[in-house]
């Protein structure tokens, strides 16, 4: 199916449960969690496609397993 088709089919499902209140929250519910989960994919792939990134998060990581850190506490993270 084409983008067009699919998203004719998407109002015309959304139409037929239009009038249950109960039925479109949940459809909204899960169309959301899509959303959300394009969104964090998108970005891990926006950040993963820069080769600088990805060296600094390896660095990141080496440090991290080395115990080459200093822990902030929570309540001084944002100060």
């Given amino acids: 199916m084409s983008t067009i088709q699919l998203n004719v089919a998407m109002h ?3 139409g037929q449960i239009a009038s249950d209140e109960g039925l479109m929250e949940k459809a909204v ?3 959301k969690k899509l959303a959300v989960k394009k969104a964090q994919t998108d970005e891990t792939e926006y ?3 820069s080769p600088r990134m990805v060296e600094i998060l ?4 080496a440090e991290i397993a080395s115990g080459n850190v200093q ?5 001084d993270l944002w100060k």
Avoid at 58 to 61: I, V
Avoid at 71 to 75: G, K, N, S
Wanted: proline content about 6%; hydrophobic content about 35%.
């Fill in 29 to 31: 519910k899960y169309v």
């Fill in 47 to 49: 950040i993963m496609s």
């Fill in 71 to 75: 822990p902030i506490e929570l309540e």
């Fill in 58 to 61: 390896k660095e990141g990581d």
């Fill in 12 to 14: 015309r499902y959304l």
